[in-house]
């Protein structure tokens, strides 16, 4: 399942036009009203230098409107693969036309309604399940494990993780504040594992991911991810196309912009705009390309 996101992780750095950043992604019963400007900062928020341990907690509420499980095949069929390595790009599951999955919780979810985010130095437990290794082009010291809370499709609140380079984890702490407020969707957030970059593509992967350590593909630099100075956002929501190449592969009828669907990312919307006032630039309004999910600090 995670075998498109490294992928599309892998291929980050420029083209004549454009960067060409290839991609690898209120209440506690419900999140507020999805907007597209800015969110003003949540009063009820907490940064903590240290990790808080959360005790879970249980809701009978029901799940909103068009909410269902993954299917069950999610992550397990494996497509052919193309001389550039990808996968072969597929029309989509009728299952994944308008994805809103229920989130696993890995994670103690944050408690009454409020936003919490932790930055600390990265533990070794973290380490072990990422990709970084001493050949990586930056060190432990230069990276943080940061945890944030996000509202999933699911209408609850949870807690996701990223590594991410120590220079932006406050502001990028922020701009989880500011989708917090937005109410927008996010299906998962948690490390991705080495064993992920040799997987074998299937296409259908929407991890929420900053750090991922590989060098781009086709060349010996390594992409933003490998510096924690990028994240990809809902991979699946918002796709990557270059050409005939789509990343992830089943999510081509997500590059229809105009079929809005909670979990998107558009031109001028609230996150776009987050990002953009904490200094990071977005790869949907390239020219030769379009990353849809791709948000970075160097605009590559």
Sequence with gaps: MLAVLVL????????????????????????PPTTTSTATPSTTSTVVTSTTIIMPTTTTEPLPA??????????????????????????????????????????PPPVDGRFVATIDPVPDEVVARSTWSEVCPVTLDELRYLTVSFWGFDGLPHTGELLINATQAEVIAGV???????????????????DALDAPPTGDSNNTVSFVCRPATGGTSWSQHSYGMAIDVNPFHNPYQAGDVVL???????????????????????????????????????????????FSESGR
């Design 8 to 31: 599309l992780l892998a291929a980050c750095n420029a083209a004549a036009t454009a960067p060409t950043s290839t991609p690898t992604s209120p209440p506690a019963t419900s999140p």
């Design 66 to 107: 068009g909410v269902t499980a993954p299917p069950d095949w999610l992550g397990t069929r494996v497509l052919p693969e193309t001389e550039a390595g990808f996968g072969e790009v597929q029309p989509t599951p009728a299952e994944l036309m308008d994805r809103r999955f229920v989130t696993e919780d890995l994670l």
């Design 176 to 194: 989880f504040e500011a989708m917090w407020d937005l109410g927008f969707p996010i299906e998962e957030m948690r490390i991705t594992p080495a």
């Design 248 to 294: 992830p592969e089943l999510a081509s009828a997500y590059l229809d912009r105009d079929r809005l669907l909670p979990g998107m990312l558009v031109r001028g919307d609230g996150v776009v705009e987050a990002f953009g006032a904490a200094g990071w630039e977005w790869g949907g309004e390239w020219n030769t390309l379009v990353d849809y999910q791709h």
